[in-house]
């Protein structure tokens, strides 16, 4: 079996699901983890901008994408060509598990992929309290944040925050300004690491002006982004890192 992965998240879940490092044969810069399973690896492209004729030359038996990170167009691409694919579609820490047992059923993988699917399904079904009224905040100029609707804002749900629906109309990436902040009562900004890496200052920036406009001042945390948008066996340390984070806080603030 020969796979390219153009979703820095799966390649990771590739892994840790067992693959061998000889069968990963193509990769994008960003799919950095574990380091050991990738060194080798040739790179074909960013997530957006993969190259077909790398990927054609290595002649791979399944390509994996996301319909999220990767362009339609390009999979039209790989369609009409005749190269094995397959299409990852993850809005949900619940769509997590079946997303990992169709992979693992494609790599003869799913021994693996089916105890980590379950794991994953018993985190889902723990009671959690309910916690402070956050933002997930993933761009700086502009301010963008995650809906609800999207993975990272139902992650965070699921561990017991709540995520203000800023834009309901919108593509689930609202642009974030001081008024919303208020007007939504948002209690904390989780600054994620990535894609844009928030400092605590950029974050205590826009609590200024939040206190300024006669708000309540948010507070603010430095969150690591891969635990809140890395989908597929890190699911399952996302959704335990901000269950405890969640507990902590509101722990904190009793």
């Not at 810069?29 to 050991?36: A, D, F, G, L, Q």
Request: proline share 7%.
């Amino acid at each position: 079996m020969r796979v390219v992965s153009l979703v820095p998240s799966l390649t990771l879940t590739l892994a840790e699901l067992g693959l061998e490092a000889s069968q990963l044969v193509g990769r994008t810069p960003w799919c950095i983890h574990p380091e050991s399973f990738v060194q080798d690896v040739q790179i074909i492209g960013g997530t957006k901008t993969p190259n077909i004729k790398k990927i054609r030359t290595l002649n791979p038996d399944l390509v994996i994408l996301d319909r999220e990170e990767n362009p339609k167009e390009f999979y039209d691409e790989l369609v009409a060509l005749g190269i094995e694919t397959y299409v990852s579609t993850v809005e949900h820490p619940r769509d997590v598990p079946e997303m990992l047992i169709e992979l693992g059923r494609l790599l003869n993988l799913e021994s693996k992929a089916i105890e980590v699917a379950e794991a994953i399904r018993n985190e889902l079904e723990m009671n959690v309290d309910s916690g402070s009224v956050v933002l997930p905040m993933i761009w700086h100029e502009p301010l963008m944040a995650v809906a609800p609707t999207k993975y990272a804002g139902a992650l965070l749900e699921c561990c017991g925050f709540k995520v203000p629906d800023l834009d309901p109309e919108g593509n689930g990436y609202p642009v974030v300004t001081p008024e919303a902040i208020q007007s939504h009562n948002v209690e904390g900004l989780l600054l994620s690491s990535e894609p844009h890496e928030f400092s605590k200052q950029e974050g205590e920036a826009i609590c200024d002006v939040v206190e300024s406009l006669g708000g309540k001042r948010p507070w603010t945390r430095c969150v690591d982004g891969e635990a809140l948008t890395w989908f597929g066996t890190h699911t399952l340390h996302g959704l335990r890192t901000f269950t405890a984070l969640c507990k902590d806080l509101k722990t904190a603030n009793e």
